[in-house]
């Protein structure tokens, strides 16, 4: 007798212009697993389709997916995947373009790991696992709850520090290819609420216009650009922004020009300009003056997709980013997308 259930996890976009590694938004793009217990095998068998099917390691040891819920089921007393196991990944997301891609393996692999095992994990207990995986809370915190989030890494007692900082290395391992049953069968367990979040509202009205670049940006790339520090003036300008926007967006209705004017950042889009040519021009020339509808313009997490939302004339916004990237060589293709709910499982 078979077992099956679905796993769905939305893309996010971290930042939203002054919010970085703070505000996360879920978006209508789906990771799915369609997960079946009850077809022979001795290995779990991982099947892939869509967006990077061509690279995604199927072996359920080298996995990302698959290597998180194996951590999560040891941390509980289970010392392996079930018997006769086979998971079919359906991929919306682009890898390494600013739209939560890792992260939403992150946390299908957290559901996986609690569907598979029966521990009924809180959504709070889930976080803590991703934070361990996944230390930045922005992405990952909005694929599980869904909507417009702000979260924050609590102070933890130094017993709590030192575990929740324990090397990525210890939580994940690379398994060998001689790995046993029995290799890496004591993690280390995430403290206690790692990671806390707040969701903010948002008008039903607004839509973000994914412009989708055809080159791929790694996070860590994107990082090494940014500055060790900041002045004072630069941060209070983020600051500033950051507190009205998180209002701004549940409106009614939406404000243009309060929110464009929200969402500018001097803490990571100047500094990743020279990685994303056109970036500079698509946040100078398109406003909501010369296109109504438009309320702001961001990258997407460390990018390389750019972010618009807009209440209407969601296509001719769209295309005037194409022709902007088109003069600097650069192909793109461009999406309408909804502002997501959280992640789900269903029998």
Avoid at 286 to 296: C, E, Q
Wanted: net charge negative; hydrophobic share 40%.
């Amino acid at each position: 007798m078979t077992n099956s259930f679905i796993i769905r996890v939305p893309a996010t976009s971290a930042n939203i212009g002054p919010g970085f590694d703070v505000v996360g938004l879920s978006l209508s793009l789906y990771l799915t697993l369609t997960v079946t217990i009850g077809e022979t095998s001795t290995l779990p068998v991982i099947t892939y389709s869509g967006e990077g099917a061509d690279e995604v390691p199927l072996d359920p040891y080298h996995n990302l997916m698959t290597r998180v819920a194996l951590y999560v089921l040891r941390c509980n007393g289970h010392r392996t995947f079930p018997p006769d196991l086979s998971i079919h990944c359906d991929n919306q997301i682009p890898f390494g373009r600013g739209l939560g891609s890792s992260g939403a393996a992150v946390i299908a692999g957290v559901l996986l790991g609690d569907s598979l095992g029966k521990l009924n994990l809180s959504r709070e207990r889930m976080l803590d696992y991703a934070l361990m995986v996944e230390r930045h809370p922005d992405n990952v915190t909005a694929a599980l709850v869904g909507g417009f989030v702000g979260s924050y890494l609590r102070e933890l007692d130094p017993q709590a520090t030192e575990a929740a900082q324990v090397p990525l290395s210890e939580v994940l391992p690379e398994y060998p290819p001689d790995a046993g049953e029995d290799w890496g069968l004591s993690p280390p367990v995430p403290p206690l609420g790692i990671g806390h979040y707040v969701r903010f509202k948002w008008n039903s009205s607004i839509k973000a216009v994914a412009i989708i670049p055809r080159f791929e940006l790694s996070t860590a790339k994107a990082r090494a650009v940014l500055p060790e520090s900041y002045s004072r003036k630069d941060l209070v300008f983020n600051m500033q922004r950051l507190a009205v926007l998180t209002t701004a967006l549940g409106q009614t209705p939406p404000d243009p020009e309060l929110i464009f004017e929200a969402m500018k950042d001097r803490v990571h889009q100047p500094y990743r300009k020279t990685l994303i040519p056109g970036l500079p021009a698509v946040t100078s020339l398109i406003t909501p003056a010369s296109h109504p509808g438009l309320l702001g313009i961001c990258l997407s997490g460390a990018g390389p997709t750019i972010l618009a939302l807009a209440t209407h004339n969601f296509d001719s916004i769209a295309v005037k980013i194409q022709e902007i990237f088109q003069q600097e060589q650069i192909e793109v293709d461009w999406k309408i997308l909804e502002v997501a709910g959280g992640s789900t499982v269903d029998s």
